[in-house]
T-cell receptor, first 115, second 112 residues
């Protein structure tokens, strides 16, 4: 099974809401990633977890809070977002992040709209 | 930062070869070149990667210039299913953890 699943597929939230995005993989991968993708732009890395520890935070605002409860799950908690945070949020996983040579498997993404 | 530049868009006729170029003039000696593609309404998917030699797999070929400042992804016979955005990517290390730096991507249109 080479699938990365993400839920929900679509999310509409107000600026005062709290919501979470979920990502799951069962490939035994030890690196997981969150990317943000605006329309007609390339994905931009937000966070990298390696062996369930946060390894890279690309200066993401604190209204985005990642969590890695175990090696198969990755969450992104959202609070007090702005309309400009509306985007496609992609999760990915790879064998590890220590070499950058392992293929990253991407989920289909969660399309987030902030109203 | 390592960066890649790609044409915004290209067109190809179905069942003809497609050559997608990428410039990466600041590449370091140990950097691999990765290619991913993103089909409509999907996450990116791996296509191929290489360091110095030309590489082939079931999806595509990767031709890397001798000075490594450019590379070309070759789809040998484009199909309608190959219509996607193709990203040329370099990796970058932050404290021993590697991350991808995506290029702007080339949107490939395949004409029937």
């Amino acid at each position: 099974d080479t699938e990365v699943t993400q839920t929900p597929k679509h999310l509409v939230m107000g600026m005062t809401n709290k919501k979470s995005l979920k990502c799951e993989q069962h490939m035994g991968h030890r690196a997981m990633y969150w990317y943000k993708q605006k329309a007609k732009k390339p994905p931009e890395l937000m966070f990298v977890y390696s062996y369930e520890k946060l390894s890279i935070n690309e200066s993401v605002p604190s209204r985005f809070s990642p969590e890695c409860p175990n090696s198969s799950l990755l969450n992104l908690h959202l609070h007090a977002l702005q309309p400009e945070d509306s985007a496609l949020y992609l999760c990915a996983s790879s064998q590890d992040a220590g070499t950058g040579l392992w293929e990253q498997y991407f989920g289909p993404g969660t399309r987030l709209t902030v109203t | 930062d390592a960066k890649t530049t790609q044409p915004n868009s290209m067109e190809s006729n179905e069942e003809e070869p497609v050559h997608l170029p990428c410039n990466h003039s600041t590449i370091s000696g140990t950097d691999y070149i990765h290619w991913y593609r993103q089909l409509p309404s999907q996450g990116p998917e791996y296509v191929i990667h290489g360091l110095t030699s030309n590489v082939n797999n079931r999806m595509a070929s990767l031709a890397i210039a001798e000075d490594r400042k450019s590379s070309t992804l070759i789809l040998h016979r484009a199909t309608l299913r190959d219509a996607a955005v193709y990203y040329c990517i370099l990796r970058e290390s932050t404290s021993g953890t590697y991350k991808y730096i995506f290029g702007t991507g080339t949107r490939l249109k395949v004409l029937a």
